[in-house]
Structure formats: structure tokens, C-alpha cells
């Protein structure tokens, strides 16, 4: 069972306040912890999965740490679990303890030890995570260095991304999944845009502009054509831009026009276009006709034409 304090906390209706929606996700932490289980975050970038490991390390105290270990080729086992410092082994010898320096795994004694894109680090650093999560042992070089495991560990993975490693069957065992997804709805959406994205003084965004945004991202998240989606960045992003683009004009409310000039420069880049489609169109041109074909030349602008233009 989690410690007293935490427990206490994840027992509150919503301990989990940085996070806007998500209820399901909320509700299914809250008993992984109360059972003292190690988690997966699974979904697409931008979903929060960061934002929400941090809110856990929040309801755990500022004395408890949260180490944050970034995954990716280059990750070594040292990196994870600590190395002999060859200055140090000269002058108390090559098997003393006091030559070892911890990785981080040791550092989040008492807290969260935090693996960002868990299954984009090479086999050995896996193995050496399996080793510390089953054996609650570490062995380094000649060491045989023990430790209580006393810390909450908390990966992410994003499904879609192919430049990964395999995570072994054994390795997934140890952990329990929580999938991720984007915002349930565009209210939703426009809410975490509105506390999330940055605001520029003096600039006004009118609701209906506000929700056109979000609308043509989370259009876009529905298109067949697209392998990857554009994330609550890209509303966020069209946010922040539309305003930067009207003091530029120097006005002091966003207008249509302002959205458009953005589209293409915050889109693009964050879509993949299936190979069909992909010979036959660039990311650009894609996001310009599609925005194009469902916002200017399409009844959802005339609707709203009165307040957009």
C-alpha cells in the first residue's frame, strides 16, 4: 500500500489538478498507486503524459525527488545506475564504494524515478531496469551494490513512433499500462488551450475564433490520410500565433486572417501523410487544402462569419 501521506492525497476527488479532463486516465493512476504499481503512460505526444507524471511527484512532497531520465540510444547502463570514478579509485581502490557514483536510479530513493520514452533506450539499459525492478539489486563491474527499491517509477511510450526498441515480454511485465488519448471533446480542448497557452497583453481571441482552431486540429486528427496527428500543441500553438500575427498588424484582436497565416507553419511539420498520399501532395499542401476545403470554402466559416472576419 502507498505511504500514508500519498494515500491520503490520491483519495481526494481530484488530486490530479494539472490536468484538464483525462477522467478515466485520473481514476485508473489513483489505483495503480494505492496498490504501489509501477507505470507505463502509453499515447501520442502532447497528451499530457509528462504534465501528469510531474502532478504525482507534486502529491508526494518537495522533499521526495523526481529524476527524470530521458530514453534514447545513447542511454548507457552507467547513466543509469552509476560508474567508478577512476579519480576516486586511485585513492581509495578500484573496489571500494566510495570510488562508485550513483546514477540516477539512486537519486530517486524516496520519490519518482521518471523514464521518458521507455522503449526508445537500447537493450542493456532494459536489462539493467529489469535486474533493479525483480533481483531489488544492482550489479555494476565488480560490485554487488544493494538497495531497497523505494521509489515510483513512471515511463511513457508513445505507440506510433518507429524509430524504437522492442521492450521485452518480461520487462512489460513488471509495469502496468495506462493509455493515454487526446482530449475527449472540443470543450475540453479549448479549456487546456486557454489555462495552457501562452497570452500576449492586450490581444483578445473571441470564443468562436478560439474554437475554429481547435476544430481544424481535432478535424485533422480524424483524417484517414494521416499516419501521425497533430497534438494539443498545434492548438496551442495556433493560439499563440494568431496572436503574435495581430500585433504584428497591429491590432489588438485576433482575426480570421491571422489563424490562416499561421496554419501551415504550425501544422505541417507535425503531420505524416500516408505513402498514397504523400507522393502526391507535400505536408504543406496538405494542410493548406484541407484547410482550405473545410474552413474557408465551407458552411463553418460562413456560420460564424460575423465574428471572424
Keep these: ?144 551494490v544493494d538497495f531497497e527499491i523505494d521509489f515510483i517509477f513512471i515511463g511513457t511510450m508513445n505507440p506510433e513512433d518507429t524509430s524504437t526498441e522492442k521492450l521485452s515480454d518480461v520487462l512489460v511485465d513488471r509495469f502496468d499500462f495506462i493509455y493515454m488519448h487526446y482530449p475527449e471533446n472540443i470543450g475540453i480542448e479549448k479549456e487546456i488551450v486557454v489555462e495552457k497557452g501562452k497570452k500576449i497583453d492586450g490581444i483578445f481571441i473571441g470564443n468562436k475564433l478560439l474554437e475554429l482552431m481547435v476544430y481544424f486540429v481535432r478535424l485533422l486528427r480524424e483524417d484517414k490520410n494521416l499516419e501521425k496527428k497533430p497534438s494539443v500543441r498545434a492548438s496551442l500553438g495556433l493560439y499563440e500565433r494568431s496572436q503574435s500575427n495581430a500585433l504584428l498588424h497591429g491590432r489588438k484582436s485576433v482575426n480570421f486572417n491571422d489563424i490562416e497565416e499561421s496554419v501551415v507553419s504550425v501544422l505541417a511539420h507535425r503531420i505524416r501523410l500516408k505513402p498514397s498520399v504523400k507522393y502526391l501532395q507535400s505536408p504543406e499542401e496538405y494542410v493548406q487544402h484541407q484547410f482550405e476545403k473545410n474552413i474557408i470554402d465551407s458552411e463553418v466559416l460562413e456560420e460564424k462569419k460575423g465574428d471572424l472576419l
Excluded: W
Design 1 to 144: 500500500m502507498a505511504n500514508k501521506e500519498l494515500q491520503k492525497r490520491l483519495l481526494e476527488n481530484d488530486p490530479f489538478t494539472d490536468i484538464i479532463g483525462q477522467d478515466k486516465v485520473k481514476s485508473a493512476v489513483k489505483s495503480a498507486l494505492l496498490a504501489d504499481r509501477h507505470i507505463i503512460f502509453v499515447g501520442p505526444p502532447g497528451i499530457g503524459k509528462t504534465t501528469l507524471a510531474k502532478n504525482i511527484a507534486k502529491l508526494l512532497g518537495k522533499n521526495n525527488p523526481f529524476v527524470r531520465v530521458q530514453g534514447s540510444p545513447d542511454l548507457t547502463v552507467e547513466d543509469l545506475l552509476g560508474d567508478i570514478d577512476p579519480v576516486k579509485a586511485l585513492k581509495f581502490g578500484p573496489l571500494s564504494i566510495e570510488a562508485f557514483t550513483k546514477g540516477k536510479i539512486f537519486k530517486a530513493d524516496k520519490g519518482i524515478l521518471f523514464f521518458d520514452e521507455l522503449n526508445r533506450c537500447p537493450e542493456k539499459v532494459q536489462n539493467a531496469l529489469l535486474q533493479v525492478l525483480e533481483e531489488k539489486e544492482a550489479t555494476i563491474g565488480s560490485y554487488d
